[in-house]
């Protein structure tokens, strides 16, 4: 077979790749709605409202409302799975504002952070942290730049939360 006839079977094969264009479904939020209270039912649905509660949608949420989406879906999970302390960690979570996990953060004495030889070691989602002074005073530097930009990523948003649950109690 030469190279030609090669070429000329590709280019075959994608003109009808193109034309055979596959409508994909939309890819829907399916939750078991009972696990959750009426409150939190009333809560979620005026989240995914917006968006038709279609996770195609979701680029049309801001950072922080994919971040409650995700703490949302990570309740559910844990009520579903019956794993009541995750469950309440994650309604904990959703109880509290993201100016208020901010400010906590804010307000974190870097004093109290120790260093690294003492730093406590944390496992979030099988992924371990050590929580030490120089870690903070970076993290706080790039949240505080963020903020002053006007766009806190969501990855951020996860940084100060671990942060706020290991040194803000």
Avoid: C
Avoid at 13 to 30: C, D, H, V
Avoid at 146 to 169: C, F, H, N, P
């Amino acid at each position: 077979m030469s190279i030609d006839h090669l070429h000329r079977r590709i280019d075959t094969m994608m003109q009808q790749l193109r034309a055979y264009k596959i409508k994909a479904e939309p890819r829907k939020i399916a939750l078991k709605w009972h696990l959750f209270t009426l409150i939190e039912q009333d809560q979620l649905a005026a989240l995914l409202a917006p968006i038709d509660y279609s996770m195609d949608n979701a680029h049309q949420l801001t950072d922080e409302q994919l971040d409650q989406l995700r703490t949302w879906l990570q309740l559910h999970e844990a009520l579903d799975q019956d794993d009541t302390a995750a469950a309440e960690r994650y309604r904990q979570r959703l109880a509290v504002s993201l100016e208020q996990v901010l400010a906590a953060f804010l307000a974190i004495p870097e004093q109290d952070v120790p260093d690294f030889k003492d730093a406590p070691h944390i496992e979030i989602e099988g992924v371990h942290y050590t929580l030490y002074r120089t870690m903070y005073r970076a993290t706080r530097d790039r949240i505080e730049r963020e903020l002053a930009r006007g766009k806190l990523l969501t990855s951020s948003i996860d940084d100060v939360r671990m942060w706020v649950e290991a040194y803000a109690s």
